[in-house]
């Protein structure tokens, strides 16, 4: 059973920086893709950022720049970094696992708010 739990979430002035955690738990081996999508009251989740095995990245046009994500295979947990945020940032952050499966965090929010 695949467990993905986050944190890090939480108030930050416009400008400011977070940084968000996800750990996974479980018999995971291999390659694996990790991620971060977000989603907003009445909007679709969206992709942030997402990260492979082999270290490559890909971001969201609105966060490139500003957002950094990286990852710890020893302990199977991926990491965002977000700088400059900005009010747009406000939203639920989910971590996203695809290995055998696809599998989500439960959330965590982040308000960018002065």
């Known amino acids: 059973q695949v467990q993905l739990v986050e944190s890090g979430g939480g108030l930050v002035q416009p400008g400011g920086s977070l940084r968000l955690s996800c750990a996974a738990s479980?018999?995971?081996?291999?390659?694996?893709?990790m991620g971060w999508y977000r989603q907003n009251h009445g909007k679709q989740r969206e992709l942030v950022a997402v990260?492979?095995?082999?270290?490559?990245?890909d971001y969201a046009d609105s966060v490139k720049g500003r957002f950094t994500i990286s990852r710890d295979d020893a302990k199977i947990t991926v990491y965002l970094q977000m700088n400059s945020l900005k009010p747009e940032d406000t939203a639920v952050y989910y971590c996203?696992?695809?290995?055998?499966?696809?599998?989500w965090g439960q959330g965590t929010q982040v308000t960018v708010s002065s």
């Open positions: 996203n696992l695809r290995w055998a499966d696809i599998y």
């Open positions: 479980g018999s995971i081996f291999g390659s694996y893709v």
């Open positions: 990260i492979t095995s082999g270290g490559h990245t």
